[in-house]
């Protein structure tokens, strides 16, 4: 069983929200992702193991620092992946600052399951 485990994909789950962040982990298991959730990008980057997931999916709003200031954090540790950025204070400006900083994409909350899924499987096959 392990070793089904550790052929599914990983991906970095970081939202401050707890009802959402327990949505969004649920949903990506249920999509075939091995999920490492945290609430916070300094309990995320404080794991080792974030370090090794190809996919994120980061929240903009978060304590102590944003979701592009986590994924500065996070390439500064040597990861090098498929960032994601959820947001509920989308706007042009931000797209492009986050565009800039190395997400492939940004969502605006609320957004749907498909939409994300649809982001999440464009991002993997354009990485593949």
């Known amino acids: 069983m392990s ?4 052929s599914l994909p990983q991906l970095l789950l ?3 929200e707890a009802p959402i962040r327990r949505r969004l982990q649920l949903l990506l298991q249920g999509k075939g992702y091995q999920v490492l959730s945290f609430a916070s990008a300094s309990t995320a980057l404080a794991d080792p193991v974030s370090t090794q997931a190809p996919y994120v999916v980061v929240d903009y709003a978060l304590p102590y ?5 986590a994924l500065h954090r996070l390439k500064g540790m040597g990861w090098q ?4 950025l959820i947001t509920a204070f989308f ?3 931000l797209r ?3 565009i800039s900083a190395g ?5 605006s909350k ?3 399951d498909d939409a994300l899924m649809e982001e999440l499987g464009g991002v993997i096959e354009q990485a593949l």
């Open 91 to 93: 706007s042009e400006t």
């Open 14 to 16: 970081i939202e401050s």
């Open 3 to 6: 070793s089904r485990r550790e």
């Open 81 to 84: 992946g498929v960032a994601v």
């Open 103 to 107: 997400f492939v994409e940004v969502l």
């Open 96 to 98: 492009a600052q986050a």
């Open 110 to 112: 609320p957004f749907s």
């Open 65 to 69: 620092c944003d979701g592009i200031e």
